[in-house]
Each structure stands twice: as C-alpha cells, then as structure tokens.
C-alpha cells in the first residue's frame, strides 16, 4: 500500500510543476503595457471611472495585467468614434464609452438613443440589466469586443444661448451641435432645429463664437466643461436621452489572459461601473440637485419639465422612433419597452 502511494504522488508532483510552469509561460507573454481610452478626463465620471477600473486592475492581478490610462481619445486621433474599431484590432486593449460613440458600428445600440425610450433612472436600470441589455452585449461579443459592465454617461440635456426652451416650437431655426449617431440629426429635425456634427472639441469654439447656438449633454459635463463660459444661459432638463456608457476590452486581450486574470478584469469593472453610475447621479436626482443649483449660480435659467411637457416633445419625435426602430430592429425595441413599462 505505501509503495502504491509513493508511485502515484510522482505524478502530482510533476503536473503540479508543469501548470506552474505552464503558469509563468502565460504571464510571460502578457504585454508590458495595456492602453486604455476614454474620450474624457477625470474631470467627469466617465473619466474617474475609467481610472478606478485600471487601479482596480494593476492592483489585484499584482501588476500581470498593467493599465494605462489614456485619456481625450488621444490613441485614435482624438476622433472618439474610432475607439470601437481600434478595440476590435488590438489597437487599444479596454474602453470606457458612452454607446454613442459605438452605434455607427453596433446599429442595435441605438436602441438607448430613441428620444423619450428611458424616462428615468428606474427605467435606465431595468434596461441595462434585463433580456436586453444580455442581448445587447452578446452582439458587441461577436463583433471581437468584450463588454463586461454598464456605466451611465446621464441624462443628456439641451442648452441654448437664445432663449428658454420649453415646448417643441422652441427650437425652431436653432442651430444645435449634436454628436456622431445619425439618429440624433433625425431628432432635431424632427423639432425644427438645425443640426450639425462636430466632435466635443470643435464645439466648444463654435459655441463660443456663435457658429452654433446650442448642445446636448449630461449637466455633469455642462458644469464640469464650463458651458455657461461658451454662451449656454438656457438649460432645460428633459431627460430625452440617457446613454449607457461600457466598460470593455479586446477579445485579443480578454482571450491572452488566465480564466483567473479575466475574473478579475470583469469584477473590477462591475465595481468601477457601480461607483461610476453613483457618481453620475450625485447632484442631478431627486433630493440631490447641487449640480442644478451650481448651474444656477452660474447665471444659467434652469427650465425642469413636466412629465406633460416631455410628452409634447415625445410626440413630436414619434416619427424618428418609429423610423429607428426598423434599423435597431423592432423585435428588440419592443423588447426594451416592455422591459421600461415594467419598471413604472
């Protein structure tokens, strides 16, 4: 019996050599530097998020993986909505974007750009974490990007330098920046406005000087950028839009890594995207409007709708829904709506 025992403890021993072998082998060819993109700073949630993700990172796989933090989409020129692509090449290895940046390469992630879909942000979570939102990243996966949480950019709010905006009439003959899913030019014509596309960048001095009158974002960019310095004194809070940001990495990444290295990517950003959502909430909810009120400080008319009003402005974009809705795919939309309705 103990001759038997003696016998087969060698074989143990030598596979228990031969995985840490095999284990040293994997980490060897782990990159020195991983990059990681984000189009903001740590001046906005998105950014800080981001940041916290790398942390997180280097910290629990002792170095292994080693994140750098690139900010300002500086890895692709600056042109935000090249970040997808480069994620699916290898070019850079994580991403924190908002889906608006991906939808002109993922058409389904439109879906969260339909005007008036998510009200609030009991709707906004039902549908970042139901059928739908699993749907969702099972698409961006076979694309060769891997989404491993949901992070919220907010409620995206229009601002103006000519006057209040409360009705759908309001924005006849505007000149708004919009950003780069042409779903967004469809909205404002819809409205009577007159859209152009220009990146973040371009817009501040095109607000600046008037080429443009207004924009459209979250109040946690509108305050952390300034805008009432670029001639935006109108801001009405309607909640038309609340893009999802993604917390992501490259398939040719996630898939050079150890099951044991990947789990802990993921759960860094399930964590990084939970303080980053909180984040985005802090002074823009109910019982918590210090971002409304530091806008108000700063000279700006803050105009807060009621749900009547909203309506006025969902109906006067019904068409641009219904429009979508055939390129997302209306199976899907339908989904999502029922997934909204069921958190009232």
């Known amino acids: 019996m103990k001759t038997l025992f003696r016998y087969a403890a060698v074989p143990a021993a030598v596979l228990s050599l031969f995985l840490s072998a095999a284990g040293l082998a994997a980490a060897a060819d782990y990159k020195q530097e991983y990059r990681l993109s984000t189009n903001v700073n740590d001046a906005f ?22 994140v750098k933090w690139y900010p300002g989409s500086s890895l ?40 008036f879909l998510v009200p609030d942000d009991k709707a906004f979570d039902a549908l970042t974490s139901g059928a739908v939102a699993d749907e969702l990243f099972e698409i961006v996966r076979k694309r060769g990007v891997v989404p491993l949480a949901w992070g919220e950019n907010g409620a995206r709010e229009i601002s103006n330098s000519k006057h209040e905006i409360r009705k759908p009439e309001d ?36 607000l600046q000087s008037g080429v443009v009158d207004g924009q459209e974002n979250p109040i ?27 917390f992501a990495v490259s398939a040719k990444a996630w898939d050079s890594w150890s099951p044991e290295d990947r789990e802990i990517v993921r759960q860094a950003a399930l964590e990084a995207a939970r303080n980053e959502v909180a984040a985005t909430r802090q002074g823009v909810s109910p019982g918590d409007d210090a971002l409304i009120q530091q806008a108000i400080a700063q000279g700006v008319q803050v105009t807060l709708l009621s749900d009547e009003e909203k309506a006025a402005f969902a109906q006067a974009t019904q068409p641009v829904l219904e429009k979508w809705s055939k390129t997302i795919g209306e199976e899907l939309v339908r989904k999502a709506q029922q997934e909204v309705a069921a958190s009232r």
């Open 45 to 66: 949630p998105l950014g800080r998020g981001a940041q916290e993700w790398a942390r997180l990172v280097n910290e629990r796989t002792d170095g292994r993986i080693q």
């Open 76 to 115: 692709v020129g600056g042109e935000t909505t090249r970040e997808f692509t480069a994620l699916r090449q290898g070019g850079i290895d994580f991403n924190v974007s908002s889906v608006i940046n991906w939808s002109p390469h993922v058409k389904e992630l439109n879906l969260f750009l339909l005007p």
């Open 220 to 246: 946690s960019l509108f305050v952390g950028a300034k805008m009432h310095t670029l001639g935006q004194t109108y801001l009405t809070k309607w909640n038309y839009v609340n893009d999802p940001l993604v």
């Open 171 to 206: 924005l006849k003959g505007l000149k708004f920046r919009v950003v780069g899913s042409p779903i967004f030019n469809d909205i404002y014509t819809a409205l009577g406005a007159n859209p152009t596309q220009m990146t973040f960048a371009d817009a501040q001095p095109a």
